[in-house]
């Protein structure tokens, strides 16, 4: 039974956190399912691959309900979204694959620096110029908020593939669904509105998912039984998020995020030396 309640509340608030800030919850999933499994063994059976592939699994739903939910206030650039794929896909794939090498130490000394590298990224993301590269007509398109301020974009489509592999093959590697990457992409480099930035990375992080849980299922990567009721507690917890951040200053949203991200990735570091 307690077993049951942790899996819940770690779907449900994962979920409501990742589609909230467009980042999945993969982030949360990985370690606690780490932490519970392999450390006091209220889990059986998890190490950092099968966390991985069941995080990756749940991550299909996440995105899936958000994007939904996102859909419905035309928070979602499917044109630039498409864009995005053609390098995630392939990425998510090869990093499911890799996937396999990881051990515990390094999983966590590897995680937790990626943790801190996104809380930096969150943290500047407001202060860095736009770059000049992206500023062509060409690729330019308008998007304009429920309050009526309108923002300028730009997606270059050979950078966007490039950059997307990379993100991709971290997706597959760590089970976190690529929004923790995407949504500081899509804000800092491409200049996306911030709910637009969200909405769209939660479509990304659907189908990255789904191709990096397809190499996750293949190894046999995924606790099913763990999975299922995860899955029905994100279905819930992903509206939750989608319905606060329509209500929320996403400025406060960031701030928590990047806080529990700094210290999360701080605690693993140094759980890799000990």
């Known amino acids: 039974m307690l077993t049951i309640i942790c899996l819940i509340l770690i779907g449900a608030l994962s979920a409501i956190l990742g589609s909230l800030v467009g980042i999945g919850g993969g982030l949360i999933i990985v370690p606690t399912l780490i932490y519970l499994g392999v450390e006091h063994d209220l889990l059986h059976g998890i190490t950092p691959q099968i966390a991985i592939g069941t995080s990756s699994v749940i991550l299909i739903v996440t995105g899936l309900s958000s994007t939904f939910g996102y859909m419905k206030s035309k928070q979602v650039d499917f044109k630039n979204g498409s864009i995005f794929l053609f390098g995630l896909l392939p990425g998510s794939l090869i990093g ?26 969150l943290i500047i993301r407001n202060k860095i110029k ?15 908020d429920n309050e009526g301020v309108t923002y300028h974009y730009n997606v270059p489509p050979i950078f966007a ?49 789904l191709m990096s849980s397809l190499g996750h299922m293949v190894q046999g990567h995924v606790a099913w039984g763990y999975s299922l009721v995860l899955i029905i507690s994100s279905i819930i917890g992903a509206q939750i998020g989608v319905r606060i951040n329509r209500t929320i200053k996403s400025d406060t ?13 701080v605690y693993l570091i140094i759980k890799s030396f000990l």
């Open 253 to 265: 949203v960031v701030l928590l995020l990047r806080t529990v991200l700094l210290i999360m990735g």
């Open 130 to 144: 736009p770059i000049q590269l992206f500023n062509k007509e060409k690729y330019r398109r308008s998007y304009t």
């Open 96 to 121: 499911s694959v890799l996937s396999r090498f990881l051990t515990l130490n390094s999983f966590d000394l590897y995680f937790g620096i990626f943790l801190i590298l996104v809380a930096v990224l």
């Open 161 to 209: 593939f490039v950059a997307t592999l990379f993100i991709g093959i971290l997706t597959g590697l760590f089970g976190i669904g690529g929004g923790a990457l995407m949504t500081p992409l899509m804000l800092i480099v491409f200049r996306f509105p911030p709910h637009l930035a969200v909405g769209t990375s939660m479509l990304m992080i659907f189908f990255s998912s």
